[in-house]
């Protein structure tokens, strides 16, 4: 479970601007609550699609052009130097299309991630000083390369640095160092991705009569994948790079994105920032977690129409082979977890396995900390050596964590949501500790959130007021699709579809009666009945069938009316911080120590019930908030322990089964509760 959240809302300032600028309420609030709220950022949110600012806002812009320029009149060999993601692949694609269009002398070269890791390396600068290249241009990358560019200067290459991540030190000794967040660059917008900083650089080298409109047509397409992929916040500048690429990928501007459009299955869809991240970013991503980059890179150059499909086949291919890994780790996951269930209890989630491909192993840790709540860093044991990648929730910064253990690390890096570190293998146990140790000193270490904008009437859900929400895209990071709260609704029917893959609620509140679909999930799969009482956060669509135009609610949520979501969460850490042995007050320990009665409670639901197949925080809800979530747990570790049931709690699913026992059973005896009694009692 998670904490649902919903939002405050100041109404009389979302009255204020619904009456200014004539908007319909819904949207209004929703500018409100995303803090959009003066003339200058609400025009630009709603309107802009053109203007961007000056590229020479950006520190050493103007010396990257003077080199550049210099490079293109002796006719040095250039080289973009890129990045194997997708927002390393754009840049790449587009500096280099640039360069091709303008006539220059240039190649591009992308590291491999399994070989040679993230950014520069010395041996590439070796590679491309034997090919005579002249001047490096590095491309979401750089900023931390101070011994690369040094060793490239000293064999008489140049280097221009463009990048977008933090300076973690000293900068390097470029001849332009391109980077939002030098403490000395005065520019306003600072959330460009690697690609919006070279956009940038395109304009600049274009010089005092750059035609943005046209760079924005020929462009904005690459742009626009490489911002969505780095999931950077899509406001500002990266609202304009969205809202002109989207509308030149429906217009099937370049050969290649058609080509992968049509080969992922959205061909003929409308095109949004949605399906980019979620269908097109992973396929460009994939080639790079298992292959060479270049083909994405060639993807998106080339303007052979046989060779644009042959690519994207390759890269479906790829992204295939890509979720089979990912399933085949997280399956290995999974049975670990079912055997060692007390990995989980940790507030900082660390798992670790041999050989597990490195390219995948974020994209798994993002899913534990889905799955579970809290931050996850999975690892992959090659022997004595290991890498691992991190990702975090909302409000910890895991890479405070991780820089608390920077002395078992060979390499680490990262920023509060995302991590990324190496170390020997001999040392995971102590790292485990050591990072867990940080996060139990953490004030008010937070819970994985429900973001809900506000709680809707459903008598009020119209076709006109999801259509008005239009204005508001292209959704993303910064500006994530509205999730809406409808509380308090009647569950009168549960409808299997497609063959019992997805279900239909028929949902009621005074009168008022919708449908929500949800996904993924079986009637045998879903916890509540006709009759109950829940709470679903939603999203919105328009649904047309024959002609029909009706509000399709989406289910992302769904959690009993009577469940306080807080106070679920904050038993279940009670119980956890017990099984570890950190310190608790009295109280809290009372909170989670059952009674008999509350013993034989669950033991006749369960019985009466059969076997159970549901999370277990809704167990709380089927006891009618009788037991605190932790006597749940404390309950049914102490039956595992006697042998009264079999619990198995994996990844996807938890199944409770009653087993025959001979004779009565102490419920004292088990270690649970006797330990209980030892620290709430002294014994």
């Not at 083909?295 to 992204?319: F, G, H, Q, Y």
């Not at 050591?434 to 000193?441: D, Q, T, V």
Request: proline residues 3%; contains cysteine; hydrophobic residues 40%.
């Amino acid at each position: 479970m998670k904490l649902w959240t919903v939002a405050e809302l100041n109404k009389a300032e979302a009255i204020e601007i619904q009456n200014k600028y004539e908007l319909p309420a819904i949207v209004a609030m929703l500018l409100r609550i995303r803090n959009i709220r003066t003339q200058e950022e609400i025009e630009d949110f709603l309107y802009n699609d053109s203007q961007i600012a000056s590229p020479f806002e950006i520190k050493d812009m103007d010396k990257a052009c003077d080199r550049i320029r210099c490079a293109l009149e002796n006719n040095e060999l250039i080289c973009v130097y890129g990045d194997y993601d997708a927002d390393g692949v754009t840049s790449t694609a587009l500096l280099y299309s640039y360069f091709d269009t303008i006539g220059a002398n240039a190649m591009f070269y992308i590291p491999s991630r399994e070989t040679e890791g993230y950014g520069m390396n010395k041996s590439a600068v070796e590679q491309l000083c034997e090919r005579g290249v002249k001047l490096i241009v590095t491309v979401d990358n750089g900023i931390a390369a101070v011994e690369e560019i040094a060793y490239a200067s000293s064999l008489g290459i140049d280097t221009v640095v463009t990048d977008h991540h933090m300076p973690t030190g000293e900068l390097p000794k470029a001849c332009a160092v391109v980077d939002l967040h030098r403490e000395d660059c005065p520019s306003r917008f600072k959330s460009l991705s690697g690609v919006g900083v070279v956009f940038k650089l395109i304009m600049a080298l274009e010089g005092e009569y750059c035609d943005v409109n046209s760079l924005l047509d020929n462009y904005a397409d690459i742009v626009s994948i490489g911002t969505i992929g780095d999931i950077v916040e899509l406001k500002g500048e990266n609202r304009v790079f969205v809202k002109r690429g989207l509308q030149s990928i429906m217009n099937r501007d370049r050969v290649g994105i058609d080509a992968l459009v049509e080969s992922s299955g959205i061909g003929g869809k409308n095109i949004t920032a949605g399906n980019v991240s979620f269908t097109l970013v992973p396929r460009i991503n994939a080639v790079g977690r298992l292959g060479i980059s270049e083909k994405s890179v060639e993807l998106l150059l080339t303007e052979e129409p046989d060779r644009a499909e042959e690519i994207a086949s390759e890269l479906c291919d790829d992204n295939s082979e890509r979720r089979q890994i990912e399933a085949e780790i997280l399956q290995k996951i999974d049975s670990e977890i079912k055997q060692n269930p007390f990995l989980t209890l940790d507030k900082i989630i660390v798992l670790d396995g041999e050989n597990w491909h490195q390219g995948v192993i974020g994209i798994v840790a993002s899913r534990i900390k889905e799955v579970y709540g809290k931050p996850a860093i999975v690892i992959s044991r090659n022997g004595e050596t290991a890498k691992a990648s991190g990702r975090s929730v909302e409000g910890f910064p895991l890479c405070d964590a991780l820089f608390s253990c920077a002395d078992l690390l060979t390499h680490y890096g990262g920023h509060p949501m995302a991590v990324g570190l190496s170390l020997e293998s001999k040392n995971i146990p102590l790292f485990r500790k050591r990072i867990n140790e940080f996060a139990n000193r953490f004030e008010n270490m937070p819970f994985d959130r429900l973001n809900i904008e506000c709680k809707l009437n459903p008598a009020f859900l119209s076709v006109e007021l999801v259509q008005s929400l239009s204005c508001l895209q292209p959704f993303g990071a910064g500006n994530p699709t509205p999730v809406f709260g409808l509380y308090n609704m009647t569950l009168n029917n549960i409808i299997p579809l497609s063959n019992n893959k997805h279900i239909k609620f028929i949902l009621s509140r005074n009168g008022a009666t919708i449908n929500a679909l949800c996904f993924f999930t079986s009637a045998e799969e879903f916890p509540y009945k006709k009759g109950d009482v829940i709470d679903l956060a939603v999203t919105l669509e328009i649904n047309e069938y024959n002609g029909n135009t009706s509000v399709s609610a989406v289910v992302k949520a769904v959690k009993a009316n009577s469940d306080d979501s807080l106070e679920i969460l904050k038993s279940q850490r009670i119980f956890e911080d017990f099984c570890l042995g950190n310190p608790l007050s009295k109280e809290q320990l009372l909170s989670i120590y059952p009674s008999r009665d509350d013993f034989a409670l669950l033991y006749r639901f369960l019985k009466s019930n059969g076997n159970f197949n549901f999370s277990l925080d809704t167990l709380v809800h089927m006891l009618d908030n009788r037991l605190t979530f932790g006597k749940i747990r404390v309950i049914l570790q102490a039956m595992s322990e006697l042998g009264l049931i079999e619990i198995c709690e994996g990844l996807k699913s938890c199944s409770i089964s009653l087993r025959s026992v001979a004779g009565k059973v102490s419920l004292d005896s088990a270690g649970i509760i006797r330990k209980l009694k030892e620290v709430c009692y002294g014994g």
